[in-house]
């Protein structure tokens, strides 16, 4: 006999289990399979950005990051000598936050386990065969199982069997440099959280790794040495780049994990074929340049969940489905550009290479480029201009993009934030003006709205005369409608 849920999700790191809490949240039955025992001890990411500190927010569960991360108020691009300006965001988090990936899958699964997600470890998926009416999953354990969904996920990173047994291409080009990274204990730790240089020799930057204790050094040394990713890295050889490089290894020491990677670049030609669907480093990899890899992985998932479960549970048409892919390739071309392009200029050893660095140096300074990099980079800039199954073209800018945490004063005299009304995971219908309402498409059904009446007491001046909004469960407006007046609804 073999087990039916509503999706089966393959790969239990951040995207999938974020995954698996938005459907969970929705009621669907859903399990994820994760081929390790244990939860990884290598943080191959340290940073969560702003906006996907918003989605964690959107759920009501930020806290627990922001209590054991460490906030930056600034980013890099390329390790180039500017710095991008975080300060400027309009929203909650403006900074990026310096915690193990480790840490912070810890915590996903955390929220996944209370909401009652189904995590199989040491399940290792071998095989999937699709048909119209859902697909199946057979693989091992322990023994053989065999698992049955209507839907199947493929967030098992860039080696993914889901998108081999689907026949996706995963397009790009090979790998080349000779980055490698440590994550070590030092013994005379830099007097500023952020440490980076390029020069002849190479490039190299430091930072905490979040937990209190350990430093990561991630180094790409000009020279060719003739080594790949299949070859050891050692405490050594890392001391020895970074004294070359930057003048002093701070005394590095007690290595947590040493490893050697490179900027092999690939998208996944389309992130869905029929019943199946690709999120995080299944549909993109990239050279790990500014952070971005999981928080767009999670932002994928964010994007997905809600849609998957809606379909799911027939509160919404088909068609909404294709909007994944419409509304987050373009996300992943950008990612695949961005990246090959910070690659590019971090290996540029030579005269004009570091030449290049410096007009792209002098570029940062101009507030205005500095500020769409910074935006690029966190997430915050990610727009979805196209009108969703049944909606009208939008009736003002803030149709398509996210919207920020507002407080709120309630129709009933309660005070309340905006993400506050959206935890549940359904849209949010915000009266703001009486008798205003923002046209909404047949298919929404009642039961997927929170309907709200109330005014913003901070921040109303990004609502402009807007007098009622609906909000989609992502965060993302989808409709407006101008009001007459301000007054308590």
Request: with cysteine; proline share 4%.
């Amino acid at each position: 006999m073999k087990d039916v849920y509503d999706c089966i999700v393959v790969g239990g790191g951040p995207v999938g289990l974020w995954l698996s809490c938005e459907l969970r949240l929705a009621g669907l039955r859903v399990v994820v399979i994760e081929r390790r025992t244990q939860r990884i001890n290598q943080s191959r990411a340290l940073t969560i950005h702003g906006r996907t500190l918003e989605v964690l927010s959107l759920r009501g569960i930020e806290e627990r990051f922001l209590a054991v991360g460490k906030p930056v108020r600034s980013g890099h691009y390329a390790v180039l000598d500017t710095r991008l300006d975080f300060d400027i965001f309009d929203s909650r988090f403006p900074y990026t936050l310096f915690i193990p990936q480790e840490t912070t899958e810890a915590l996903i699964e955390e929220f996944a386990l209370e909401l009652g997600v189904e995590i199989l470890r040491g399940a290792m998926a071998e095989r999937i065969i699709s048909e119209s009416d859902g697909v199946t999953v057979f693989g091992t354990n322990d023994r053989p199982f065999e698992l049955s969904g209507r839907y199947v996920v493929g967030a098992d990173g860039a080696r993914s069997l889901v998108r081999s047994e689907t026949g996706i291409e995963f397009e790009g080009h090979s790998g080349n440099g000779a980055w490698f990274l440590g994550d070590v204990v030092l013994a005379s730790p830099p007097d500023t959280p952020l440490v980076s240089a390029f020069n002849e020799h190479g490039c190299v930057l430091v930072a905490p790794l979040g937990d209190g204790a350990h430093y990561r050094i991630v180094v790409n040394e000009a020279e060719d040495r003739g080594r790949t990713r299949q070859d050891a890295v050692t405490l050594e050889e890392l001391r020895q780049a970074t004294a070359r490089i930057l003048g002093s290894d701070f005394g590095a020491h007690s290595p947590l994990w040493l490893s050697r990677f490179d900027n092999e670049t690939r998208l996944a030609k389309t992130y869905r074929r029929g019943n199946i669907f690709l999120a995080g480093d299944a549909a993109h990899i990239h050279l790990p340049a500014g952070g971005q890899g999981m928080n767009v992985g999670i932002q994928d998932a964010m994007n997905l969940g809600w849609k998957l479960a809606a379909v799911a549970k027939g509160t919404a048409p088909v068609e909404l489905l294709d909007t994944y892919e419409s509304e987050r390739l373009p996300v992943g071309i950008y990612l695949r550009d961005t990246t090959m392009a910070q690659s590019h200029l971090i290996t540029a050893f030579s005269a004009r290479g570091r030449a290049l660095r410096g007009v792209f140096n002098d570029m940062l300074k101009v507030p205005a480029i500095n500020a769409y990099f910074a935006n690029q980079v966190s997430g915050f800039a990610v727009h979805y201009p196209d009108p969703l199954p049944g909606f009208g073209a939008g009736r003002s800018t803030l149709v398509g993009g996210r919207i920020r945490d507002t407080p709120l004063r309630l129709s009933d005299g309660t005070d309340a934030t905006l993400f506050g009304l959206l935890s549940k995971g359904q849209w949010l219908d915000l009266t703001i003006s009486e008798g205003t309402k923002a046209e909404r498409p047949d298919w929404l059904h009642p039961h997927s709205v929170v309907e709200a009446r109330g005014i913003p007491t901070d921040h109303a001046d990004t609502l402009g005369n807007i007098g009622a909004l609906l909000v989609r469960p992502d965060g993302y407006v989808a409709q407006t409608a101008v009001g007459s007046s301000r007054r308590e609804a």
